[in-house]
């Protein structure tokens, strides 16, 4: 007698308790090939639809996110499977629907594609210039933002908004949630016209690097550890045909106190405990590490403000809580001392938040003092002066963000601090924690390696979609011939760049 093999389960869990809320079966390896097989079928359907077409796709799955029906019960679940709470649950869903609107927007606006035209002259042909979609897109959602960086967050909707099917690997932090959205976004997608296989979800540890390694799979983009987005862009690279990896991760994300910023002290420090510990500092933008005038008093008056500060929540996992404890140690053993800590709720993936600081000296390449430790734990360095500060901060890693608290728009030391600061960065911030990542036109989220394996890309923002596309220019090819955004009567009405002057759509 032969018994079909065991099928394998993700197991939901309640991280306030531990208990397991719901069993999820694992994809099987058919499962992922059929649904890649799919996305392959449907992605010259997908990239031929105009973006006004892709935009009522995503604003159908927006609308089915904010029925109040399905939006109670989606908030409902991924409380019980992050423990995030229904308040932030609640803002994070209206992000995520607004995002799938704004990518749709973008798409319609245009200029992503970057329309160039050189018309013919005597002594050229005519050239022009498109950018294409790549084709079907493996998504890596992270734990910490189980909507907005989730099956439907913003490396989905980008994709789609770009004209590339999406296969989404689901999050075992949140398996009942990811299936929820996935059932609801493949109805709106079909309601809404979209050609089957468009968009997908498979679950599983081994489906993330078949997903990888599929000959189907034409781009990833992972958002998550650093550890996770780099060991795929490994894999990406040792395929026979090399496809680009979008991975955003976690970086220790530095912050400057300005020696006259110094004068609010009390209040900055306030803000940095609420910056590091809210949503139980499960934020890829955490500021992790505080650079403060030497005298100021920073650190004690942060670690005061700690001791004030309610009990931690828990984390989204055993795994995410362990870690961070460790984290914490790994920053005493490389030369931090602990300032400060408040115990976590004790049952559950509970955690303790804790402030450390350590001298300057110990800021060198190689230190764990320069690395993430996700999880409510942070880092205060004192500095004598700015010019010793200056000449320390090139030894930090490349970072999603950074900022500077100043002493007002007049305080000298910004301009030294933005050009000190801007060869590490995607994001800088001045006078504001760099926690907020405003989906907008004008968003830049990504950075120097290690905060990115791409670092001339962004995963949130208008051009999140230009991760997606490449530019092809088709030469002396006949107007009937060429795609839609580089006839003459221009149907889908984009920017175009025509023999050098800009033509709006
Ligand atoms: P993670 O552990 O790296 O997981 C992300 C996803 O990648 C999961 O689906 C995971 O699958 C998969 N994965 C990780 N390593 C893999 C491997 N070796 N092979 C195949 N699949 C792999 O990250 P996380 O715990 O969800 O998120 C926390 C981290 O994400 C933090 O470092 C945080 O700073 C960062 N983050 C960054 C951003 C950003 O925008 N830059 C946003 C949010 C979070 P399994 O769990 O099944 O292994």
Not at 89 to 104: C, K, N, S, V
Not at 344 to 356: N, T
Not at 479 to 501: E, F, I, K, T, Y
């Amino acid at each position: 007698i032969t018994r079909p093999p065991a099928q394998k389960v993700e197991r939901g869990q309640n991280p306030r308790t531990g208990r397991v809320t719901c069993t999820v079966a694992v994809t099987p390896p058919d499962g992922v090939e059929a649904a890649l097989g799919a996305a392959s079928a449907a992605s010259r359907a997908v990239g031929a639809s105009s973006p006004a077409t892709r935009a009522r796709w995503l604003r159908a799955i927006a609308d089915a996110l904010e029925e109040p029906d399905a939006a109670a019960d989606l908030i409902a679940l991924a409380d019980r499977e992050t423990a995030l709470g229904e308040t932030r649950l609640a803002a994070e869903l209206a992000r995520t629907a607004d995002q799938l609107r704004f990518y749709g927007d973008a798409a319609v606006e245009g200029s992503y594609l970057g329309v160039t035209i050189d018309r013919a002259t005597p002594a050229r042909p005519s050239l022009a210039r498109v950018r294409v979609p790549l084709g079907p897109v493996a998504v890596f959602g992270a734990s910490n933002f189980p909507l907005a960086f989730g099956v439907l967050g913003n490396d989905t909707a980008s994709a789609l908004a770009a004209g590339c099917p999406v296969v989404v690997k689901g999050h075992p932090a949140h398996p009942a949630l990811s299936a929820r959205l996935a059932d609801l976004a493949l109805s709106a997608l079909e309601r809404a016209g979209a050609p089957d296989g468009a968009f997908a979800l498979v679950t599983g540890f081994d489906s993330g690097a078949m997903l990888v390694q599929s000959p189907h799979t034409a781009a990833v983009a992972f958002t998550g550890s650093q550890q996770g987005g780099q060991h795929l862009w490994r894999l990406a690279n040792e395929r026979d045909v090399v496809i680009p990896v979008f991975a955003e991760m976690g970086t220790v994300n530095p912050v400057v106190l300005t020696p006259a910023g110094a004068a609010g002290t009390a209040e900055v420090a306030a803000g940095f405990v609420r910056a590091f510990t809210g949503g139980a500092g499960q934020f890829c933008t955490k500021p992790g590490l505080l650079f403060a005038p030497s005298g100021s008093g920073f650190a004690a008056a942060a670690g005061r403000a700690l001791e004030r500060s309610a009990p931690q929540a828990w984390c989204l996992t055993e795994q995410i809580a362990a870690s961070a404890a460790a984290g914490t140690d790994g920053l005493v053993e490389d030369g931090a001392t602990v300032v400060a800590r408040v115990a976590g709720p004790g049952r559950g993936w509970s955690v303790e938040a804790v402030l450390l600081s350590a001298p300057i000296g110990a800021v060198r390449p190689g230190n764990r003092l320069l690395e993430e430790c996700f999880g409510p734990v942070a880092l205060v360095v004192e500095y004598q002066d700015m010019a010793g500060l200056l000449s320390v901060l090139p030894r930090l890693q490349g970072t999603l963000a950074a900022a500077i608290m100043s002493g007002g728009e007049q305080d000298p030391d910004i301009p030294r601090l933005l050009d000190a600061l801007t060869p590490l960065v995607g994001r800088v911030v001045v006078d504001g924690w760099p926690t907020g990542v405003a989906t907008a036109w004008g968003q830049q989220h990504g950075g120097p390696w290690p905060a990115t394996t791409a670092p001339a890309s962004t995963s949130v923002g208008a051009a999140a979609l230009d991760r997606f596309t490449r530019p092809v220019t088709y030469q002396g090819t006949p107007d009937m011939a060429l795609p839609p955004p580089l006839r003459p009567d221009n149907p889908w009405s984009v920017p175009r760049r025509v023999d050098g002057a800009l033509e709006m759509g």
